[in-house]
């Protein structure tokens, strides 16, 4: 559950609700998701949670929820793929979403 909540928060944090919500499973929408995806899984990484068993723990569920939902294979393993590597990240979550927002155009901070 913390990871879905991370990830929804993400794309608060990430300005994806600024923006008209592009067609569901176009690249757009897809780049987003995984965007979120990263955050929350940079976010279990660096808030001292024990976010290594944390993350196994979510991407175990994921995945079986993935499954009975009925997405392809190759979804479900593009999506642990990318969280795994965010996971893996050595970048501070404040400059991650920074990075983001500048890309975006909605950075505050020039």
Request: proline share 4%.
């Amino acid at each position: 559950q913390m990871f879905i909540d991370f990830h929804e928060c993400a794309h608060h944090q990430t300005g994806d609700l600024e923006e008209k919500l592009p067609e569901q499973n176009s690249l757009e929408y897809m780049m987003k998701e995984s965007i979120a995806d990263c955050v929350a899984a940079i976010r279990m990484k660096s808030d001292n949670i024990n976010g290594k068993t944390l993350i196994k723990e979510a991407l175990v569920e994921l995945k079986k929820t993935m499954i009975v939902i009925g997405f392809p294979k190759s979804t479900i393993e593009s999506r642990e793929i990318n969280i795994k590597k965010c996971f893996k990240k050595n970048i501070p979550l404040s400059t991650y979403i920074n990075n983001i927002l500048k890309k975006r155009g909605l950075n505050k901070n020039p």
